[in-house]
């Protein structure tokens, strides 16, 4: 009799440790299932932000004292101007005449250097123009072409490159520089000193300019090496999604 009552104990015993034992491994996958969710969501959430925060900020166009940067290139064109006072520094000579800032002198003398080896001649003919220098200019255009016309080759004072001190036109500035072994030369090459063609043929709609194989604006050589883009040249405006045209 004792000993039966004690088996009966056993067997109870056994059913509780095995029922807890259930309720332990039920409790242990819900808990399991929960994490496992709330992980997957954090990282869908993860995803869904950074990807968010690439696009915003690949175009941070940053504006101080009236200027215009976006990842450190300083923007001119008919949509971003520069103050009439903007002027910039270590400007020097080069050509005898032509004025540009030194680091684009020392990009530009390596260019015309490796050319001349090749047996081709580009020389600089027009670099840094003051606000007061652009307005005589476009008000001489307007004056022999009207608004309309001279907005398409020339900029309004405060909206030209020029101004910038980063910009060179070579040889003859005129259409007569296009398809010369000189012209191919600096359109397959100017990239790898940093120089980009600024406004290139085809992409008249998105710079507001007429095509000019002359104007080369220094930009560095990776971004240059980026719109170069093996050949079929991209923008300013198309790289940083920006327009480019008067209000
Ligand atoms: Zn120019």
């Known amino acids: 009799m004792k000993k039966e009552k004690s088996s009966n104990q056993i067997k109870k015993r056994a059913y509780l440790i095995f029922a807890v034992f259930l309720l332990a491994l039920t409790l242990f996958f819900i808990t399991y299932e929960v ?3 709330n992980k997957e969501k954090r990282k869908n959430d993860y995803l869904q932000n950074s990807s968010e925060n690439t696009e915003d900020s690949q175009y941070v166009i940053n504006e101080e004292d009236g200027i215009t940067y976006i990842d450190g290139t300083i923007i001119v064109n008919k949509s971003y ?4 006072s903007y002027v910039p520094e270590n400007i020097v000579i080069i050509n005898n005449y032509v004025k540009i800032v030194d680091y684009v002198k020392e990009a530009f003398e390596k260019l015309a250097a490796d050319a001349l080896s090749l047996g081709l001649n580009i020389y600089p003919s027009s670099g840094y123009r003051s ?5 005589k200019i476009y008000n001489n255009y307007i004056m022999q ?3 309309e016309k001279a907005d398409t080759y020339s900029a309004r004072a405060g ?9 060179i036109d070579v040889n003859t500035v005129d259409m007569t520089f296009d398809n010369t072994p000189e012209s191919n030369w ?3 090459n100017c990239y790898r000193y940093g120089f980009i063609i600024r406004y290139p043929e085809g992409k008249e709609d998105i710079t507001g300019y007429m095509y000019e ?3 080369i604006r220094y930009v560095g050589p990776s971004l240059a090496k980026t719109l170069y883009n093996n050949g079929n040249w991209l923008t300013i ?3 940083y999604q920006i327009t480019s045209k008067y209000k």
């Open 35 to 37: 994490l496992l969710t």
């Open 81 to 84: 101007s520069l103050p009439s």
């Open 131 to 135: 606000y007061a220098d652009q307005e």
């Open 145 to 147: 072409d009207g608004i």
């Open 159 to 167: 909206y030209s490159e020029h101004q910038t001190g980063l910009v």
């Open 186 to 188: 600096l359109k397959n």
């Open 213 to 215: 194989p002359w104007h």
């Open 237 to 239: 405006e198309e790289y």
